[in-house]
């Protein structure tokens, strides 16, 4: 088992990190950790990424369970039943100062869970850390643009 959960708090609206967040086509611009994404927002949807895992990159598909916009995304993989399976989610909330607490969450779960923590998890954590510090830089530039 492995759980990995990561927040910043954001000097940018909720609707400007949401927007980071879901702005699939951009990733690459941006993202060190998934530098591909494309997707619906929409639960059943696949999500198709590319995950840069250091050494090496993986393209990987999971299924969108829920969206409740500006505040949830959330998405799953099942690549080999209870045997192994993980839950990302991204949240947003606002805070009372105008910004918002962005909170990255991931689970491992599964009896392969341990051996594939073992071989990955330095890059799985290294990836998470760096995607929640994009996001936050990314939010708050766009957020300081005029226009």
Same mark, same amino acid.
Not at 113 to 139: N, W
């Given at each position: 088992?492995?759980?990995?959960?990561?927040?910043?708090?954001?000097?940018?609206?909720?609707?400007?990190?949401?927007?980071?967040?879901?702005?699939?086509?951009?990733?690459?611009?941006?993202?060190?950790?998934?530098?591909?994404?494309?997707? $619906? +927002?929409?639960?059943?949807? =696949?999500?198709?990424?590319?995950?840069? &895992? /250091?050494? %090496?990159?993986?393209?990987?598909?999971? @299924?969108?369970?829920?969206?409740?916009?500006?505040?949830?995304?959330?998405?799953?993989?099942?690549?080999?039943?209870?045997?192994?399976?993980?839950?990302?989610?991204?949240?947003?909330?606002?805070?009372?100062?105008?910004?918002?607490?962005?909170?990255?969450?991931? $689970? +491992?779960?599964?009896?392969? =869970?341990?051996?594939?923590?073992?071989? &990955? /998890?330095? %890059?799985?954590?290294?990836?998470?850390? @760096?995607?929640?510090?994009?996001?936050?830089?990314?939010?708050?530039?766009?957020?300081?643009?005029?226009?």
């Amino acid at each position: 088992m492995l759980t990995l959960e990561y927040s910043n708090d954001i000097k940018a609206p909720p609707g400007s990190v949401w927007g980071v967040i879901v702005d699939f086509q951009h990733y690459g611009e941006w993202n060190p950790f998934v530098t591909r994404c494309e997707s $619906e +927002l929409q639960p059943g949807a =696949s999500i198709a990424m590319r995950v840069n &895992m /250091g050494p %090496f990159s993986l393209d990987q598909t999971e @299924q969108v369970t829920r969206v409740e916009p500006e505040t949830l995304f959330e998405y799953r993989m099942y690549p080999v039943g209870s045997l192994l399976y993980s839950r990302r989610q991204h949240r947003v909330a606002a805070l009372a100062t105008g910004g918002t607490r962005y909170t990255s969450y991931f $689970e +491992l779960r599964g009896w392969l =869970s341990p051996v594939v923590a073992l071989c &990955m /998890g330095y %890059f799985l954590r290294r990836g998470f850390k @760096q995607m929640t510090a994009a996001i936050q830089h990314r939010a708050e530039l766009l957020h300081a643009k005029p226009g």
